[in-house]
């Protein structure tokens, strides 16, 4: 079964400062999908950003980038420009090639305070 | 923007009574997921539907919990009697995912439900 591990439980930043949340998983698969999410406080969770196994260029999405390093299944998600609206809980899941029930995956997560 | 809409928003409820949770997909998406968030840990995958059909439904407590999509719309989920160990957040999600293809899943704000 896969597994995903969020170590760090909270973390803090300053405003316009960089911040990055780490994420480790376990599996056999070769081909699979990563993601994070985000959930801010009383509001519903939202994909962040995702990375297809089979890619070896970093996503991207504008003020967030990821760090996936396939051979040490590592999954890192760097937040550049922090913004007061980035404090939320972030959630790293991983997702099986067959997109089917316990293939979706979600870690403890990680609550980021951003402070002005 | 369409969004995934559950009711009720908050519930609480004592032991051993009834409840039940309704969620309604984004039109034409046809997965649709709940999960179960327990206060600090991440979102657990408790059933997935593909129409009509349950894919998965290995995480769910069968002996106590129903789950149901009867038309392939909008679901319901029930837990009868309800425990003190079942108070969480209970999320729905859909997308149009299909066997071995990745879809975006997005998220309806939940149900916080607290059983005393």
């Known amino acids: 079964a896969q597994t995903v591990t969020q170590s760090q439980p909270e973390m803090s930043v300053q405003e316009a400062e960089t911040v990055t949340l780490s994420c480790t998983y376990d599996?056999?698969?070769?081909?699979?999908?990563l993601f994070w999410y985000k959930q801010p406080p009383s509001r519903q969770m939202i994909l962040v950003i995702r990375?297809?196994?089979?890619?070896?260029q970093n996503a991207t999405e504008n003020r967030f980038s990821v760090n996936f390093q396939k051979a040490a299944k590592s999954f890192s998600l760097k937040i550049s420009d922090s913004q007061l609206g980035d404090t939320a809980m972030y959630f790293c899941?991983?997702?099986?090639?067959?997109?089917?029930?316990?293939?979706?995956?979600f870690g403890p997560g990680t609550r980021l305070s951003v402070l002005p | 923007e369409a969004e995934v809409a559950q009711s009720p928003r908050y519930k609480i409820t004592e032991k051993s009574q009834a409840v039940a949770f309704w969620c309604d997909p984004i039109?034409?998406?046809?997965?649709l997921y709940w999960y179960r968030q327990i206060l600090g840990q991440g979102p657990e995958l408790l059933v997935q539907?593909?129409?009509?059909?349950?894919?998965?439904d290995s995480q769910l407590p069968k002996d106590r919990f129903s789950a149901e999509r009867l038309k392939g719309v909008d679901s319901t989920l029930k837990i009868q009697p309800a425990e003190l160990g079942d108070s969480a957040m209970y999320l729905c999600?859909?997308?149009?995912?299909?066997?071995?293809?990745?879809?975006?899943?997005?998220f309806g704000p939940g149900t916080r439900l607290t059983v005393t």
């Open positions: 899941a991983f997702m099986g090639p067959d997109n089917y029930g316990q293939n979706f995956v």
């Open positions: 539907f593909q129409d009509e059909s349950v894919v998965d």
């Open positions: 999600a859909s997308s149009l995912a299909l066997a071995g293809a990745y879809y975006e899943q997005y």
């Open positions: 039109s034409g998406h046809a997965t």
């Open positions: 990375q297809e196994a089979y890619k070896q």
């Open positions: 599996t056999s698969e070769s081909n699979y999908y």
